[in-house]
């Protein structure tokens, strides 16, 4: 797995300096997914034939995109403790309301927050909500807002279709425009949720160039819908940039607005994918799905019979593989709900009901 690079800026007292990531390379991951709650309004479609050029599409969203500047308390007892800069990023006002989604590594260990428009124009901002598995958080500004954004669908994103990114690289440069194309999709980047790393699963890969500080800004398409919130980059290479999909966003976003934190369902099992590799390799009897490595003692898992050594090809009839992955296919359970998982035990194929329990913050 290749290093990737978060894309906010960490603000020191001599220079700006980037926040390396090591992505962990894990074959054992134990996955949870949010609840599909959503108080947003459903992705939008643009109709065929309703795009912009590039000039008309940065003046009718630029005005909603805004840069996040992460402050944190610095001082003694003596001098008093005062809010500095220390860290800047990128975001998009999604609402009438003021709500403003940006990536959580942006707003993280922040004491206060503002928010700086595109006319210059600066505003103190207050913490909705942040997930770090997802890696995203919304932050709130009071009063009339210049503009909003819609989300589109980006599970209608092909390969070859232009897109646009706007943001404010080395917290500089505001509302900074590149364009480029959609490079793939279903783009994965394991962390390791027990240990609150984000898991960047289904990422949009794109050759629009993005910087530090664009982290948590919208990558757009040229209907003006923003597709995905650019996120990654990849120092080593040049043009390998990754969004966390829109309609993603859409699940966590409306969470983190309606309760303040994301409700991830726990299935209790530590997995390895079945790839094609590990079938020619292994003889596997089954050429999709998860393989059961371990299971957790009186988990969700466990009290439905799930044991070590099972294959999980499915759940709720819905086929696990690499385009859907374990995790995408929980989003739409919730802590409490009981599923159907299809399960593969020697020459048996099980139909097995799980109550999912919800994970434990870390």
Wanted: charged share 15%; net charge negative.
């Amino acid at each position: 797995m290749p290093r990737y690079r978060h894309l906010n800026v960490l603000i020191g007292s001599a220079a700006l300096c980037v926040l390396l990531a090591l992505a962990a390379v894990g074959l054992v991951t134990e996955w949870g997914s949010p609840r599909v709650d959503a108080t947003l309004a459903a992705p939008t479609t643009g109709a065929e034939g309703q795009t912009m050029d590039t000039v008309s599409l940065v003046e009718a969203v630029e005005p909603a995109v805004v840069t996040v500047i992460n402050q944190q308390q610095v001082g003694g007892l003596r001098s008093g403790a005062q809010a500095q800069p220390a860290g800047s990023g990128t975001g998009f006002i999604i609402d009438d309301r003021g709500h403003v989604v940006t990536n959580e590594h942006v707003v993280r260990n922040g004491d206060s927050f503002e928010v700086i428009f595109a006319d210059g124009e600066e505003r103190p901002a207050t913490l909705v909500g942040a997930d770090p598995l997802s890696d995203l958080a919304v932050v709130r500004v009071e009063g009339d807002v210049p503009a909003t954004v819609p989300l589109g669908d980006s599970d209608a994103l092909r390969q070859g279709q232009p897109v646009v990114a706007i943001g404010s690289p080395l917290g500089a440069f505001a509302n900074t425009v590149t364009d480029g194309i959609v490079s793939a999709t279903n783009r994965d980047f394991p962390g390791v949720p027990n240990q609150g790393e984000a898991y960047y699963s289904n990422l949009v890969q794109h050759t629009a160039p993005i910087n530090p500080g664009n982290s948590g800004g919208p990558l757009f398409n040229l209907a003006g819908q923003v597709v995905g919130v650019n996120t990654l980059g990849i120092p080593e290479a040049q043009g390998l940039f990754f969004a966390i999909p829109t309609n993603s966003v859409q699940r966590i976003v409306g969470q983190l607005i309606e309760r303040g934190r994301v409700a991830y369902a726990y299935l209790g099992v530590s997995v390895q994918p079945v790839t094609e590799q590990l079938v020619g390799q292994y003889d596997l009897p089954v050429d999709h799905g998860v393989a059961v490595l371990g299971v957790e003692p009186n988990g969700p898992a466990a009290e439905a019979g799930i044991r070590e050594g099972d294959f999980i090809l499915a759940l709720e009839g819905r086929q696990i593989d690499e385009q859907n992955p374990l995790s995408e296919l929980l989003f739409a359970s919730a802590p409490g709900d009981t599923i159907a998982a299809t399960v593969q035990r020697g020459d048996q194929r099980l139909e097995i009901p799980v109550t999912l329990a919800e994970r434990e913050e870390s």
